[in-house]
Every structure is written in structure tokens, then in C-alpha cells.
């Protein structure tokens, strides 16, 4: 989700501005998006472009994603037909790290068969690894 938004693939992208909320109480622009270019950033099994659409939404004044929806369809030359892909992800600023952090991810996908499967993965308990080292620099003796 975040590599079509690197600014590595800006290019291939269309954005427009949409209307402004406020999430966790900041200020947040909604940013809609629309895959323009080929070849595609997610593509099939079958290397088949598969175009990418969706929303974040970003604090103005600092630059962070708050909230993504992003929706990539998959062309149909797959045993199950076409399918269309949409992934949810909300960040929250965790206090012990100082930033936003995945807070959760809700995918959906669905077929032209109309199956459905979704699932959701929550995130928590983010820790900050750290690694302590030691240098003892020994005496080379002169030969």
C-alpha cells in the first residue's frame, strides 16, 4: 500500500484532493488516487497490469498517513475470474514510540463469482528494540 504512494511511482499516479476531516483529533486531507500508468505497481500471477485506486488521508502539516484505503483489481485470467482487492489500514500515534504506528488492517477480496473472503489483523504492543555493545580495545604487545 505505501509503495504507491513512494514518490518513486508518482508519475504513474493521478491525485485530487477531496474533502477534510479529523481523525484522533488532527486535521486530515483526504487524498484520492487513481493508477494511471503502465506497468502497473501490483500486478497478476499472470503479470497482467492491475490497476490501483484509493484514499488516504494525511495530516496537512506534517505529512502523516492517518488512514488508507487503497482497492487494486486483478485481471480475470485466474481460475476464480477477475478479482477485486480492497485493503483498509488506520494508523494511531502510540505514545510509548512517539509516531503512528498500524493500528489495523481489514482486507476484502471478491471475485466475479461474487465469493467473498475478507479478515482483519489488529496491531498492538509495538515495542522499540534496542542493542547496547561494548568495544575493549586491548593492547597490541611490539614484537
Not at 502497473?40 to 488512514?67: C, K, M, Y
Not at 482486507?107 to 465469493?115: D, L, P, S
Amino acid at each position: 500500500m505505501l509503495e504507491l504512494l513512494d514518490a518513486r511511482n508518482a508519475r504513474q499516479m493521478r491525485f485530487k484532493k477531496g474533502g477534510e476531516t479529523t481523525i484522533d483529533g488532527v486535521t486530515a486531507w483526504e487524498i484520492r488516487f487513481n493508477e494511471v500508468g503502465r506497468p502497473t505497481v501490483v500486478s497478476s500471477v499472470n503479470r497482467l497490469d492491475a490497476p490501483s485506486e484509493g484514499r488516504t488521508w494525511i495530516d496537512p502539516a506534517t505529512g502523516t498517513l492517518l488512514r488508507s484505503e487503497v482497492t487494486v483489481r486483478i485481471p480475470g485470467r485466474t481460475p476464480g475470474g477477475a478479482v477485486k482487492a480492497t485493503v483498509k489500514v488506520t494508523f494511531l500515534n502510540d505514545p510509548k514510540l512517539g509516531f503512528w504506528v498500524p493500528s489495523t488492517m481489514t482486507e476484502v477480496y471478491e471475485t466475479t463469482r461474487a465469493e467473498l473472503e475478507s479478515g482483519e489483523a489488529t496491531y498492538s504492543n509495538y515495542r522499540m528494540f534496542t542493542v547496547d555493545t561494548r568495544v575493549i580495545i586491548n593492547s597490541i604487545p611490539n614484537p
